[in-house]
């Protein structure tokens, strides 16, 4: 026995007496204390005031959770807010192996993204998009899209697991999505870079003829929890190069806004003398924002008014303008995000070149098609609505501008790229009254560090924005972080908006050196409802039901036909069962496990060495591996989860016969 000496005792008891009890631990603290650790790290009374908005002690929830795109990790990062505590990934098209996403489990999803049946296992996500109910985030779905092979995911916010990827067949990268209408009847992808339908081969030199731009509206079934792709289309759109969308809301309910650059369409060949696509594709002073009403476009495709390409319903650019579903209106050059007001009446679109937000009135864009009030009509024929007509107000709010989010309260905010600062500033119209300041104005800027992208404020794209913290999605932290090699981690800073005026600080840093994200949202945390556990033992999570085949407490066991072999295992602190499986080489092994346990966070893992094999069963979670036992010798499998003091003793022996 440990002998514990007396002082030992006494200074405790000290302690308690001069102290305060918290959480049943004496400790002795004050103010002063405080102010002696401030003063010795060189905290200034701004970050300690910080430090009390975003210190959140053990066992405190966060009010926000951020559904951060992951970049290049092709994930989804979960980020509590105002800790910025990364809760966790979620596998999306790139194999994860803590998951066991594609390492036993998820294979025939991501397979659904494969390219002609080539494997890529690797995304790049840039737009997470949470489902929407009468605009609001609704806590149910989250989309995201990749944008390196144009495809689309579902992830289900019970247990915030990706449940379907979809390739588009027409395009070959995307960037104008994932974006959802208010009802999240569709889900909008965007194609960014125009090539011939399906990428099949063109030469560049048939640009213009060959060469397709296009927006796909993927109808999303809230039941089946799946996109149905029965029932999507596809709109075609000049072979310009298209960016970010959105969707109307409101009064723009049923109307989807997309920038473009590249209207020049310039062809690039540096290494022919011909100018770079940097200068080629900036040359113009404006280029096109895209005004597509696709309640009309969905009764056009329902009307059969559409040509089957790839094998996928598309209106075709002739049709679209015919049927007056699309119309253009220039944009100050190289947009990047446009991004429509709360109350749907006004679309901000920031020109990188740019110093203003430009800023359209829906209002007057009814009006102007209405009123066929057209300054003339690009190469390939659309209607351009009169610029001026159109325009609302420009607000300067400095330089690269590019993404903007609103607060509750009329304010507006935009990430400046270039000058690495968020811009406050005010909207005006039936905004104006909410805010001290005149419509339409700057009013601060907070330097961020650095080189800021989106921005994301509580609940900030939907119809009632919660405002309260903005997180700045840094691109380059240069001196804020160790420097961990010549790779360094991006920054999300969060600022405190909850203030008025030019009070809007930095609180906090947080570095993501696992991906470059992109676009996040952050929506109220009760607003979620996620399972803790499975609803019932044998839970298969793909479709979301009882697994019938599932094995089950006293039904384990090990059935041989011909060559295969079917496993019916359960795993339980702190074993599986069966422990020994033998099969011959060559056999095909159908191995199904059952995690039987009821308590919250009672995770297993199952991992065979050599086979490439590797499980995480959450609590009631069934799970199904195949493979053919290829590799002769003995293989201890073990739990590759720390789940219980005899962890290391969950284990059991896989034995393959080798062939004689
Ligand atoms: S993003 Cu995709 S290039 Cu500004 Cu939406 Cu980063
Ligand atoms: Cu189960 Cu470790």
Not at 91 to 96: G, I, L
Request: proline fraction near 7%; charged fraction near 20%; hydrophobic fraction near 40%.
């Amino acid at each position: 026995m440990l002998k514990i000496p007396s002082v030992f005792w006494k200074r405790a008891a000290l302690a308690c007496l001069g102290g305060v009890v918290i959480g049943g631990q004496a400790t002795a603290q004050s103010m002063n204390d405080v102010q002696k650790i401030a003063k010795e790290r060189g905290l200034s009374t701004a970050d300690l005031l910080a430090a009390a908005k975003t210190f959140t002690p053990s066992g405190m929830k966060d009010d926000y959770i951020i559904f951060s795109s992951g970049g290049h990790a092709g994930q989804v990062f979960v980020i509590g807010v105002p800790s910025m505590r990364l809760l966790r990934s979620i596998a999306v098209f790139t194999p994860e192996p803590w998951q066991g996403w594609g390492y036993g489990v998820g294979e025939e999803i991501l397979a659904e993204g494969f390219v002609n049946g080539k494997e890529n296992l690797w995304g790049d996500t840039h737009h997470p998009a949470l489902s929407e109910t009468n605009g609001d985030y609704d806590g149910q779905w989250l989309f995201i899209n990749d944008k390196i092979n144009a495809r689309v995911a579902v992830i289900d916010l019970r247990d915030f697991e990706t449940k379907q990827i979809l390739k588009n067949p027409l395009t070959v990268s995307d960037h104008g999505g994932t974006f959802v209408t208010p009802n999240t009847e569709y889900v909008i992808e965007g194609a960014q870079y125009s090539v011939p339908w399906g990428a099949d081969y063109a030469p560049i030199s048939e640009y213009k003829e060959k060469y397709k731009g296009s927006i796909t509206l993927w109808k999303f079934d809230r039941k089946k929890g799946r996109i149905d792709e029965s029932k999507s289309f596809a709109i075609e759109l000049p072979p310009y190069w298209h960016d970010i969308a959105d969707a109307g809301k409101g009064i723009s309910d049923g109307y989807i806004f997309l920038n473009s650059i590249n209207t020049e369409m310039a062809t690039g060949g540096i290494e022919n003398n011909n100018p770079p696509f940097e200068a080629g594709v900036s040359r113009n002073a404006t280029d096109y924002l895209h005004i597509i009403d696709w309640k009309k476009a969905e009764k056009v495709y329902k009307a059969g008014k559409v040509d089957q390409i790839k094998g996928f319903p598309v209106i075709s650019l002739e049709t679209a303008i015919a049927e007056g579903l699309l119309h253009v209106t220039p944009e100050p050059r190289s947009p990047h995000g446009v991004d429509v007001a709360p109350k749907g009446d006004f679309i901000v679109v920031s020109g990188k070149l740019d110093p203003h937000a430009t800023v359209y009135s829906f209002e007057k864009i009814m009006k102007a098609i209405e009123s066929k009030n057209f300054s003339g009509k690009d190469e390939f024929n659309v209607p351009i609505l009169d610029f001026d007509s159109v325009l609302e107000a420009q607000v300067e709010v400095g330089l690269g501008p590019l993404h903007t989010q609103f607060g509750p309260d009329g304010y507006a905010y935009t990430s400046l790229f270039l000058d690495s600062a968020v811009a406050r500033w005010t909207l005006g119209g039936s905004y104006g009254a909410g805010t001290p300041e005149p419509d339409w104005t700057l009013v601060h800027k907070t330097p961020v560090h650095y080189n800021v992208g989106h921005i994301g404020v509580a609940e900030g794209d939907t119809v009632s924005p919660d405002g309260k913290y903005l997180v700045s999605f840094n691109k380059w932290s240069v001196d804020r972080f160790f420097p961990t090699g010549p790779l360094l981690p991006q920054n999300f800073q969060l600022l405190d908006i909850s203030g008025q005026g030019t009070e809007m600080p930095v609180i906090y840093d947080m570095p993501i050196g696992i991906g470059e994200p992109h676009y996040a949202q952050m929506i109220k945390a009760d607003k979620l409802d996620p399972w803790t556990v499975y609803p019932e033992i044998g839970w298969d999570p793909l479709h979301q039901r009882l697994d019938p085949m599932a094995p089950r407490p006293k039904s384990e066991r090990i059935e041989r036909s011909g060559d295969t072999v079917e496993v019916f295992m359960t795993a339980v602190r702190s074993h599986f069962k069966p422990e020994h499986v033998v099969v011959k080489q060559g056999d095909r092994v159908v191995w199904r496990i059952t995690n039987v346990e009821r308590a919250v966070d009672a995770t297993h893992g199952f991992a065979i060495p050599q086979y490439n094999i590797n499980l995480s069963l959450e609590p009631g979670e069934t799970a199904k591996v195949e493979f053919i036992a290829d590799t002769p010798g003995s293989f201890p499998f073990y739990c590759s989860e720390f789940c219980s003091a005899l962890h290391l003793e969950m284990i059991g022996y896989f034995l393959v016969e080798p062939n004689e």
